[in-house]
Structure formats: C-alpha cells, structure tokens
C-alpha cells in the first residue's frame, strides 16, 4: 500500500519519488495508516516571497499532504511530508478534530492542538532519521561487504599462485580480521556468507589449468607445464628430422633418376666401343692376311 504522487509543479521529482515511497513505508511500519494519503506538489510564487509563508499543510478532508516547492532542498520537502504525515495518521485515528480555535497562533491557544503539533514535530524528525540513517547504513554495508568479497579474491589468488603463504593474512584483510570494520550487514545469514565465500573460491580457481587436469598445487602445476614445454620440443625436433630425412630421400631420387639416365648413355658407349674394337680387331686380321 503506497501514497499517490501528484505533481502540480514544474520541478523533476525524479530522484525525490523513491525516498517519499520508501519515507512513506516506514512511517507505515511504524504508525499502520489505515488508508495512504496522496502527495501533491504546489508551485506558489507569492507563498515564496512570504518569509513565514506555508512550506506544507494537509487536508483531513481529502486525506491529501501538499508541499510548495518554489526555492527549496528536496530534504527540505521531505522534512515537511514527514510531518504532514504525522498529522494523517492522527486524522486516520480520529484525533485530528480537537475542536477550539484553529486560526493564526493556534500552537499558543489551543493546549490539545499544541500536543497533535508537537506529536507531529518529534515523531516525523525521528522517523525520517531512521529511515535516512537506515538507508546510509545500507549502503556503507553494502560497501564493505563488496570490499570484503574483492580482498577475499585477492587473498585466495595469492595463495594459490604462492605469492602468500598459507595462514598469512593478505594486508588488505588485515582491518577485517582485527575487526576494525565489523560493520557487516547484520541480515546477512550465515548462508549467504558461505555463498559468498564459495563464489569466490571458485571465482580464484575457475580456468586454473592445474586444477582443470586435477593437480592442486603449484609446484605440480609448473612441473606439469615444463614437461608440456618439453614435449612440444621433441615434437618440433621430430618434425624437422623428418622433413631433413625426406628432403635427402627427395635428391638421392633425383640422383638415382641420374645415375639411371648416366648408366643408360654409357652402356650404349661401352656397347658402342665393343663394337669399335670389334670392327678394329677385323681390320687387323684383315691386314694380317694380306
């Protein structure tokens, strides 16, 4: 159940609307509004020019809050919906409708409309602290828990690439352990924590080649990494033995074709000087002869 919003002004509520829904829901947790109000934002410039001018005022009757914005803070505005507020759950509860004078310095005259006022002025300044405090607590927790996960990070990626030792505290975890910031997020269950603490270990280890082949320690890890090394050298040393072997198989082939080619040419030369002689030796028998 939250408020309406009407804007009649000319102002950005943009980054004023979360913190009137969030002011709104804890007042509702603290007061149980019956029915939510509607917040309508005014521009008034001749209320501006006035010194003691309006900055808010509600109407019991259309259960609506209005707020004149001309020259203010927006925590200014707020200040004045948190007190109008207050004045909405007294309508709500049927304590609004004192009776007695209500005109200009009624706070002076009428003693019950004096107590609804200052019941409005303590317990709006006190809720909106609340809900403003809360919402910086939320957010410096959220910071240190964010911290924390990063230094944890840091602190298990030392470890496993044994640039820490086991049981050593990393610098940046330091404050943590002694306590210095303990203030962690108190809704923040013990599950969570083992979440968070599981997520970042394996966040330290995720694509690790050591742990992917199973090994957990570093020095198996850069023992297994020199043999990878080693045997890619053989490889290489291999390959280039083979293409040394099949480079000489490639020219004693081409000078076997050769020796071939050669070895046909001087057979028919010897062949061709058998026949020479051959012829020669006739000759000379011939010669005899005669």
């Known amino acids: 159940m939250s408020c309406q919003i009407r804007n009649n002004s000319n102002i950005d509520l943009t980054d004023l609307e979360q913190h009137i829904h969030g002011m709104y829901d804890h007042f509702h947790q603290k007061i149980g509004f019956q029915k939510p ?51 909405h759950g007294q309508n709500l509860e049927g304590r609004l409708d004192v009776g007695g004078y209500h005109g200009p310095g009624y706070y002076l005259k009428n003693d019950k409309l004096k107590d609804l006022e200052e019941e409005a002025m303590t317990n709006s300044a006190i809720y909106l602290r609340e809900y403003e405090d809360g919402l910086k607590l939320k957010e410096k927790n959220e910071m240190s828990l964010k911290e924390w996960k990063n230094n944890e990070l840091n602190g298990l990626l030392l470890k496993k690439f044994g640039i820490l030792k086991e049981g050593e ?3 940046q975890l330091k404050p943590f352990v002694k306590g210095e910031k303990s203030d962690s997020n108190e809704e923040d269950s013990e599950e969570e924590a083992e979440e968070i603490e599981e997520t970042v270990r394996r966040q330290a280890t995720e694509d690790y080649p050591g742990n992917r082949a199973g090994q957990g320690t570093r020095g198996q890890d850069e023992k297994n990494i020199r043999e990878e090394e080693e045997g890619e050298e053989e490889v290489i040393e291999e390959e280039e033995e083979i293409e ?32 020479t ?5 006739k000759l000379r ?5 005669k």
Not at 50 to 64: M, R, S
Not at 277 to 281: D, F, T, Y
């Open 37 to 87: 109000p509607t917040v309508v934002f005014d521009s008034d410039p001749s209320n501006e020019a006035n010194v003691l001018g309006k900055t808010a005022y509600y109407d019991p009757q259309t259960l609506e809050v209005h707020v004149f914005t001309d020259a203010r803070h927006p925590k200014d505005m707020l200040r004045s919906i948190a007190h109008e507020l207050i004045h």
């Open 169 to 171: 505290v990393p610098e």
């Open 244 to 275: 040394e072997i099949s480079a000489n198989a490639n020219q004693a082939s081409d000078r076997l074709q050769a020796d071939e080619k050669n070895g046909r040419e001087q057979g028919r030369l010897r062949e061709s000087i058998r026949s």
């Open 277 to 281: 002689l051959k012829e020669s030796k």
């Open 285 to 289: 028998l011939r010669i005899k002869r």
